[in-house]
């Protein structure tokens, strides 16, 4: 992957905006649905190979506010693998922020709605995670390529 094939808009204001409302726009969609519409990430690499797609509900640590971000992710046995990617932007997403602050947080996969908690995955973990990972997403590589930092994993594990 080459860090100079980066977006040059990646970081902007304005894609924090789109961000911020298609995330609202799939949550609606993906809770009306009962999980039937949004199920599935179809953009960049998961166009041609669609990765399931959960709603992690977590709180914000300003705010106090129940949030809500849609995100593709893997199983590890009992255990659910998000990614912190942000699509390679430079700055770690607020969801994974919320998390560290307040790691109690709940998941849907479809109309299963269920507790967690949240961890950072050691580098151990995270180095036998992120092959998994690629291969469900390809694009994390070239996220990982982009960003000016190590892109989180989290382990969200039944509670």
């Not at 808009?9 to 519409?37: D, E």
């Not at 590890?76 to 922020?97: E, H, N």
């Amino acid at each position: 992957m080459d860090p100079n094939n980066k977006p040059k808009q990646l970081n902007s204001p304005v894609v924090t905006k789109i961000m911020k409302y298609a995330g609202k726009a799939h949550v609606w969609a993906y809770r009306r649905s009962g999980g039937k519409i949004g199920a599935n990430w179809r953009v960049g690499a998961g166009f041609k190979k669609p990765v399931p797609t959960l709603l992690l509900e977590h709180i914000g640590r300003k705010s106090g506010k129940r949030l809500v971000s849609p995100l593709v992710y893997i199983h590890d046995g009992d255990d659910v693998i998000v990614v912190a990617s942000q699509g390679g932007r430079d700055t770690d997403p607020q969801w994974y922020r919320n998390l560290v602050a307040n790691p109690e947080a709940h998941i849907e996969i479809g109309s299963e709605r269920r507790p967690v908690r949240a961890v950072t995955a050691t580098p151990e973990q995270r180095a036998r995670l992120w092959p998994k990972l690629v291969e469900a997403y390809a694009d994390f590589d070239t996220y990982q390529s982009w960003a000016d930092r190590e892109i989180p994993v989290i382990i969200l594990a039944p509670r």
